[in-house]
């Protein structure tokens, strides 16, 4: 492994700051298959946010292979964070507290980042904020690159209580968010989570992985009318399935793209749109039915598959029709990032939810999300 600059010492070292000069909250993540680290100030404003992905590697297994992921969150890690301080311009005596990832994601990989930030918060004598994925995949939009533009027509005018739809390849929720930190479960996926839907739709069609994005991109020449895909409980509560489209898709590929003189790549692209449309109808329509329900005007829209332009698209639209607010963060902060993780570590900090000295002894990981509301 490389030799590294992070200069970690026992004491706990002067902090100097100048006297009006933000907080700063070094963000770690490692949950899945990004390695990521990000410095963000209390006021949510960004100063650097680095993430080193790991898709050339799993690429050839069609998807994330857990502990060649973990492995490589161990090579990545320190040369991320060093990244992340140096296009920062801050050293790490210039860092508040540290906010890393708990869970939930893959063990090996949460490990990594966990024992990471505790050995840097119990060597500089740092608080430590334990961050929750999902909570903080629904709290980006409150992120700000610190122009203007940003603090104008996004994060600023965004209040709670909101609902949110987070959505990524590892989970599929609505949320209703009350505070940071604290998102309730309304609906979820009963299955594969829409980003999951899309990778193994796509990997069926011949595409790489994570397939999202080339879906995304044919869509823009496919006919969304082309194949009659199901709507899986579309007129059923807040909870999600897209395991019978993932089947129907498959069926529709394996017919259409082998008959004699098939145009594979008009079936392809066809398809693409045809789930898509599938997909982000059922996302849309739930979310709004959500914020119908529980009387709430504003939506965000989170995680990976929230850079599907599709989804933009219509939820964009059909919100504005029923005077509903939608914020969805810029498509760097809806995939995985440490940005989320410090800006959301920045808020619960303020709210002096940390640990420090022998305390952070006590900090785990865990892997599956934990709170559903009654
Ligand atoms: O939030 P994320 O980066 O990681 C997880 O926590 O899972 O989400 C990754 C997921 C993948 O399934 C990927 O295919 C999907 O987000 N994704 C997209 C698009 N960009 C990423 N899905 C649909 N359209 C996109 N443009
Ligand atoms: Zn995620």
Same mark, same amino acid.
Request: positive net charge.
């Given at each position: 492994m490389q030799e590294l600059n992070v200069s970690l010492s026992a004491d706990s070292p002067d902090r100097p700051r100048l006297p009006n000069s933000p907080r700063l909250v070094l963000g770690i993540e490692t949950s899945c298959d990004e390695t990521a680290a990000a410095l963000v100030d209390e006021h949510g404003v960004v100063r650097s946010s680095v993430v080193s992905s790991q898709v050339p590697i799993h690429v050839r297994y069609g998807g994330v292979v857990p502990e060649l992921a973990s492995r490589n969150h161990l090579v990545a890690i320190r040369p991320v964070i060093e990244e992340a301080l140096a296009t920062a311009g801050v050293e790490l005596d210039q860092v508040a507290a540290i906010a890393v990832t708990? =869970? *939930? =994601?893959l063990a090996g990989c949460l490990l990594v980042g966990m024992q990471v930030a505790k050995a840097i918060a119990f060597a500089r004598g740092l608080p430590l904020v334990l961050v929750d994925h999902i909570q903080a995949h629904v709290w980006a939009p409150y992120l700000s690159d610190g122009d203007l533009a940003d603090a104008a027509g996004g994060a600023k005018s965004l209040t709670y209580p909101y609902v949110a739809l987070a959505v990524s390849g590892g989970h599929t929720s609505i949320l209703r968010v009350d =505070? *940071?930190?604290?998102a309730t479960t309304l609906g979820a996926t009963l299955d594969d989570a829409a980003g999951e839907a899309f990778d193994k739709i796509a990997k069926l069609m011949g595409l790489p992985y994570p397939g999202g994005i080339y879906i995304d991109q044919l869509s823009e020449t496919g006919n969304a009318e082309a194949y009659e895909l199901p709507r899986p409980l579309m007129n059923k509560g807040l909870d999600f399935s897209f395991s019978g489209l993932k089947t129907a898709a498959r069926l529709v590929w394996e017919k259409a793209s082998t008959v004699p003189g098939a145009d594979v790549e008009r079936v392809r692209a066809d398809l693409a749109a045809s789930v898509q449309a599938a997909i982000v109808e059922v996302l849309v329509d739930k979310s709004l039915r959500a914020c119908r329900e529980f009387g709430i005007a504003q939506l965000v829209a989170a995680g990976g598959v929230a850079c599907n332009r599709g989804l933009r698209k219509r939820l964009v639209e059909k919100a504005a029709r029923q005077k509903i607010r939608v914020r969805i963060a810029p498509a760097r902060y809806c995939s995985d990032n440490a940005a989320m993780i410090a800006g959301l570590g920045g808020a619960l900090l303020a709210e002096g939810a940390s640990l420090s000295g022998a305390a952070l002894l006590g900090a785990d990981i865990y892997v599956t999300s934990r709170k559903r509301a009654s």
């Open positions: 708990a =869970g *939930p =994601g =505070g *940071p930190g604290r």
